[in-house]
């Protein structure tokens, strides 16, 4: 008999009733440390009491409030993100899904207003991973997402990933837009050289195409930067943001030039809850407290400390392991061994991590994460990877 809960997870037999910054306590009281954050989402940590502060003082007041009327949260978060971004404008979701729905409408509305409704093709990469929906899967294209789901929605080619000579093949001015992660999460920490995304923002503006990046996994300090793309000194027309946005709260956004956002005026997109009061306050602290004096540095300190680690880790474990991979706290360790088996060694050292794709094992722990937390992290792999020794 089916479950009652759609099986579409293969779950873990473990469940959280509580967690402390980088700690997931289980309802039978193991304490795990959490590397994977919700996969990138709890940014601050579990339970942030400042987040905890400015959530309940909000849900004291007012939750949710249609988008008919003026949402002073929503105009704060989106002013700090203009201030803080190439961005001029900011549409919030719920998500990161959401996000990959309204980039592509942008992209389709900016050609119609252009008077080339024509002009639809997006590029993508192989291992991209945009989200669920229709248009989500059918960005990114992969048989594993799309099998089953009948005719895709038309309009992307993918490329392989990190190509630039198929890139500079498939670019023409017919190219609606370019989409593409600077650091793919789930097909395997995967970053684009600096270099790279370079040349990816001058091929478009070569012959006109936008260029989409999706922030959802490696934005919001994840990586060091605010944003991962400013590592390349290079900005899009529009961008996807959701996960640590919101800290924990479900909340998404699109960012975006008032060029590329040309098309979208009123009645073109909505959401009911998109950009509502609760996850705004919260958004807004997060952003405050990310942007704020001295903690991207700490992250990158942070950061620097984890990966020398990492790096005995992987020396120690030469069977198991072969390097790391990613920037600031967006890690990955290449394996050797399935990556689904190191998560379920991992639940037996009380230590959580995620699987992603290309073989490889994510560590996304909280961007505040302390350093006596990361030494014990390290500790936990160790005794992770000591199981697959000599395999
Ligand atoms: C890069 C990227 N884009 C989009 C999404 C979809 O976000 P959500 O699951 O919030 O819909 C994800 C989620 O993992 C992601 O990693």
Redesign the pocket.
């Known amino acids: 008999m089916i479950s009652h809960v759609l099986p579409t997870y293969n779950r873990a037999p473990i469940s959280f009733e509580r967690g402390e910054g980088s700690w997931a306590i289980a309802t039978n009281g193991d304490r795990y440390l959490d590397l994977g954050s919700g996969?990138?989402v709890n940014v601050l940590g579990h339970a942030n009491p400042e987040l905890v502060a400015v959530l309940t003082e909000q849900a004291g007041k007012i939750w949710h409030v249609s988008n008919v009327y003026q949402i002073p949260q929503q105009e704060k978060l989106a002013d700090l993100l203009v201030e803080n971004t190439f961005a001029d404008t900011v549409f919030f979701t719920?998500?990161?899904?959401?996000?990959?729905e309204l980039a592509i409408k942008m992209t389709r509305k900016y050609w119609d207003h252009e008077g080339q409704p024509d002009r639809i093709e997006i590029l993508t990469f192989d291992g991209?991973?945009?989200?669920?929906?229709t248009g989500?899967i059918a960005a990114a294209g992969s048989e594993k997402m799309v099998k089953g789901f009948g005719p895709l929605m038309p309009g992307f080619k993918q490329l392989p990933w990190g190509d630039m000579d198929a890139l500079r093949a498939a670019i023409s001015d017919k190219t609606a837009a370019v989409m593409v992660?600077p650091i793919?999460?789930?097909g395997g920490i995967r970053p684009i050289a600096d270099a790279d995304l370079h040349d990816i923002r001058a091929l478009c503006d070569q012959v006109g195409a936008l260029l989409i990046l999706?922030?959802?996994?490696?934005g919001m300090g994840r990586t060091g930067r605010l944003f991962a793309h400013e590592y390349a000194g290079i900005t899009p027309d529009i961008m996807?943001v959701?996960?640590g946005i919101g800290g924990g709260f479900?909340l998404?956004a699109v960012l975006a030039t008032e060029r590329a956002a040309a098309g979208m005026g009123a009645g073109t997109h909505g959401s009911t809850y998109g950009g509502n009061p609760l996850g705004c306050a919260v958004g807004t602290k997060v952003m405050e407290i990310v942007s704020s004096d001295g903690f991207l540095a700490e992250v990158n300190r942070k950061a620097s400390l984890f990966r020398q680690k990492l790096e005995g880790l992987v020396a120690a474990h030469p069977d198991v392991f072969e390097g790391v991979r990613g920037q600031g706290l967006m890690l990955g360790l290449k394996a050797k061994v399935a990556p689904t088996d190191l998560v379920k060694a991992g639940y037996d050292e009380h230590i959580l991590t995620v699987a992603a794709a290309d073989n490889t094992l994510r560590l996304l722990p909280p961007l505040n994460i302390t350093d006596e937390d990361i030494t014990e992290a390290v500790a936990r792999l160790d005794r992770v990877a000591a199981h697959f020794d000599g395999s």
């Open positions: 996969i990138a719920n998500s990161g899904t959401e996000a990959a991209a991973f945009h989200g669920r929906s989500a992660e793919q999460g789930e999706d922030e959802v996994q490696c996807m959701a996960k479900p998404g």
